[in-house]
């Protein structure tokens, strides 16, 4: 059986016959009990604490409805019972209405009656006391969810700060990386300007110095990715042939390679793209390949068609990659270099312009030893 909910009762009655049969009922009852003959004993009672009031409607000093507002006051949620004789039931009933949880009419019929109401009433103030203290819980709960999930925000967006943060130096990086082929070769041509005395040959170097430095701009603005929105500079047919050969030319005068170790075997083929990223695409490819093969090596560009799509092969006799670096290689940051050799940022960018201009790359080895990567694009129209 349910354990019974306890609490104060205060039961207030002027006619001593009524009082006596009540104090008999409750003798066995659980709860705290309290006997008043009159409003004035019972407000003294109900000062000691109220749960229950069980009243007589018509006391001689206070109405028993006013004993009931007055139990109100001393505990919030006081429930009450009225005890009213039939000649007033109907006025009682009323009034009950408004005040009480219940009522007895006198002289009670069935005596037993009486603990029965007085426990319903305890039982529905301990209901009532529950809700309310689950609703208090709750909303503490709330609350604390309430401020987990602000913290969480908070959290997010310090997290997406620093995410941003990554990316810029990601960016700063790539762009470090990549604008340092093209810087190695405004040097070298520089340096060979200062030693050269042949007109012809200083315009050339000139030239190209202005491009490599058209090339270094392009970087700095394409990996910040705001050339593609820029007006003019959108993706046009570039000669791949063209930038293949321009990217081996700077390989060779940034010092990473000699001319006679890298051989180009190209069709003419056109791509729908910015012939800078071509360059860069070529760049990263052949000197990675250079770099793998060392100074006895050799480093060989192909370029085909496989139907509508053009097949850039870069190849080289170097140690070829390892079998658990053909999934990494593309990943950013990774490096089989020294520490302070290299970023592992080239074959990332590499991806990534490949991706954006929907085309496809993929590492491997070639059977004759040496590493092979292998770049397909959609080819376009020649111009
Ligand atoms: N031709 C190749 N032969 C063998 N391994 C290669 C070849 N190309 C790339 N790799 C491997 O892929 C890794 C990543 O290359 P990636 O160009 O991304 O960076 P990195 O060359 O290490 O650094 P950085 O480009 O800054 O000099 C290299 O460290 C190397 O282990
Ligand atoms: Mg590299």
Aim: glycine fraction near 8%.
């Amino acid at each position: 059986m349910k354990a019974q909910p306890g609490g104060r009762l205060v039961v207030v009655d002027d006619e001593p016959v009524i009082l006596n049969v009540l104090r008999s009922v409750l003798a066995d009852e659980p709860w705290d009990v309290a006997f008043a003959a009159n409003g004035a004993e019972a407000k003294a009672a109900m000062d000691a604490g109220v749960d229950v009031l069980l009243t007589d409607k018509n006391l001689p000093d206070i109405n028993g409805l006013e004993l009931i507002r007055y139990a109100r006051e001393c505990t919030e949620d006081a429930e009450a019972i009225v005890l009213t004789g039939y000649a007033s039931l109907d006025t009682a009933l009323e009034a009950l209405k408004l005040e009480a949880f219940d009522y007895i009419v006198k002289p009670p019929r069935d005596v037993f009656e009486i603990p029965k109401k007085v426990r319903a009433a305890f039982e529905r103030q301990h209901i009532r006391r529950e809700n309310r203290r689950l609703l208090r819980e709750l909303s503490e709960r709330n609350e604390a969810l309430e401020t987990a999930l602000s913290e969480l925000r908070r959290t997010q967006s310090e997290l997406i700060q620093s995410e941003k943060l990554a990316g810029i130096g990601t960016l700063a990086a790539g762009v470090a990386h990549e604008i340092s082929s093209p810087l190695f070769g405004v040097m070298g041509l520089a340096e060979a300007i200062v030693d050269e005395d042949n007109l012809a040959d200083i315009h050339e170097y000139a030239g190209e110095i202005v491009s490599y430095s058209r090339a270094i701009k392009e970087i700095v603005v394409g990996l910040t990715g705001y050339a593609r929105d820029a007006k003019g500079d959108s993706d046009t047919p570039v000669d791949l042939t063209a930038a293949a050969r321009d990217a081996v030319r700077l390989v060779v005068r940034s010092g990473a390679a000699s001319e006679q170790a890298i051989s180009v075997d190209a069709a003419e083929a056109w791509v729908q793209a910015r012939s800078g990223e071509l360059q860069q695409i070529f760049v990263n490819l052949v000197r990675n390949a250079a770099e793998a093969a060392g100074p006895a090596g050799h480093v060989w560009v192909n370029i085909a068609f496989d139907g509508d799509t053009v097949v850039a092969t870069v190849a080289d006799d170097g140690p070829g990659l390892p079998e658990d670096a053909v999934s990494q290689v593309f990943d950013p940051f990774f490096t089989t270099k020294a520490p302070g050799q290299g970023t592992g940022l080239g074959l990332n960018i590499v991806y990534r312009l490949v991706t954006r201009y929907r085309g496809a790359i993929t590492a491997g080895n070639r059977p004759e030893g040496g590493a092979v990567f292998t770049v397909r694009l959609p080819a376009t129209e020649a111009p």
